[in-house]
């Protein structure tokens, strides 16, 4: 089993500041550092060879969002498990565009400290922003969970009871939160969802977030098959010392181990019959 690694640098739809479309290949420096060791804790050996480097998508003429879903759809064509590195949280909506062709009944793990569910932010419905309430409108997703909030307003309370979203917030959250998840799974961390003590590289720090630890041992409670990843809106411009692409780096690592653990102990292949 192998894990595909795509960089997605798009921040057009950042609605503070630009930024985030620099981290893909400063979160790869981390992850292939000589500095860290190459197993995961959950007890993988995360070689050149089981780590497949897709590079970083270059937009140009064309509908990004459709560029986004073609490169996407491209990487996942053989089964392999696919992370993606953002770049913000916007991109998620085409990824799971092309996801939900191979997996229509796909659960959604969202960390976050925010919903990202607006109908639109700011006039714009492609807004990093409002990712979630474009998958919903589609139906690009079965469930969506989402982990760490903790910047809820009415209208997103509008939007989870139009969509059945699952929103636990950060105040709720805890190790052995019972999830009861079944079938494929999607995980999507924004690097906000980390309280800025652990994640200080983002364009909107949100105080009272989770731990790099808690993240981590959400990740490795998923016992299902996780076909899907990203790694979103970690900004190098508001970073300090590189600590968050070092942290991006080991949830990288962490999925992808998981990944690989899951796919083996449920014998899935991630191709359709």
């Known amino acids: 089993m192998n894990v595909c690694i795509l960089g997605i640098p ?28 190459p197993w995961t804790e959950s007890g993988i050996q995360l070689t050149r060879d089981r780590l497949i ?25 053989d089964g392999s498990p696919l992370i993606s590195l953002g770049g913000d949280h916007a991109i998620a909506h085409p990824i799971l565009r092309a996801m939900h062709r191979r997996y229509p009944n796909i659960t959604i793990v969202h960390v976050d400290a925010h919903a990202d569910i607006y109908d639109a932010y700011q006039g714009n419905r492609r807004s990093h922003a409002s990712p979630f309430a474009r998958i919903m409108e589609e139906e690009l997703a079965s469930r969506l969970i ?17 969509f059945g979203v699952e929103a636990i917030e950060a105040r709720h959250w805890h190790d052995g939160y019972p999830l009861e998840l079944s079938g494929p799974v999607y995980i999507s961390v924004d690097m906000d969802g980390l309280d800025p ?8 720090r949100e105080p009272g977030g989770l731990s790099t630890r808690t993240v981590i041992n959400l990740i490795q409670s998923i016992d299902q098959p996780i076909v899907g990843a990203d790694v979103v809106e970690y900004n190098p411009l508001c970073d300090l010392g590189n600590l968050t692409a070092t942290v991006a780096a080991k949830l990288v690592k962490e999925l992808a181990g998981m990944m690989i ?3 083996e102990a449920t014998s899935l292949t991630f191709r359709l019959p």
Request: proline share 4%; charged share 25%; net charge negative.
């Open 197 to 204: 003590a652990f994640a200080p590289g983002v364009s909107h």
């Open 261 to 263: 653990v899951n796919a």
């Open 146 to 162: 989402q982990i760490g909030l903790r910047t809820i307003n009415d209208h997103h309370r509008d939007q989870f009871a139009r």
């Open 10 to 37: 798009h921040d057009a739809n950042s609605s503070h500041m630009r930024g985030a479309a620099e981290a893909p290949p400063l979160i790869r420096k981390e992850l292939f550092s000589d500095a860290y060791s």
């Open 53 to 77: 480097e897709r590079g970083d998508i270059a937009f140009g003429e064309g509908d990004d969002w459709d560029t986004i879903e073609a490169h996407v759809s491209a990487a996942i064509d």
